[in-house]
């Protein structure tokens, strides 16, 4: 069975930048991986997707803020994040086959 491990997390001041591994159980094939994140009383949303190809595909408010990346033979997913706002801060969590990782924690100070 898959397991995820996030990493990465932080407090950050605005405009600082962070970059967010999410690290899949070595023996599962590492398909398409999504980043998501969940502000207190607000649902989890989407952040972006990784594909099995490399290719990556944003939300909307992440477009020009967020790079995610991955490393195959590590079966590591990266996501970065540029000029982050306070409106960042959440939790932020990677799902594979619908399986979720505990999370990790970003806080982006004014």
């Known amino acids: 069975q898959v397991q995820l491990v996030e990493s990465g997390g932080g407090l950050v001041q605005a405009g600082g930048s962070l970059k967010l591994s999410c690290e899949v159980s070595?023996?599962?094939?590492?398909?398409?991986v999504g980043w998501y994140r969940e502000a207190p009383e607000k649902e989890r949303e989407e952040v972006g997707l990784?594909?099995?190809?490399?290719?990556?595909s944003y939300a909307g408010f992440a477009e020009d803020r967020i790079t995610i990346t991955r490393n195959n033979a590590e079966n590591t997913v990266y996501l970065r994040m540029n000029n982050l706002k306070p409106e960042d801060t959440a939790r932020y969590f990677c799902?594979?086959?619908?399986?979720w990782g505990p999370g990790t924690q970003v806080t982006v100070s004014s």
């Open positions: 070595r023996a599962y094939k590492m398909t398409t």
């Open positions: 990784s594909t099995s190809f490399g290719r990556a």
């Open positions: 799902n594979l086959d619908a399986r």
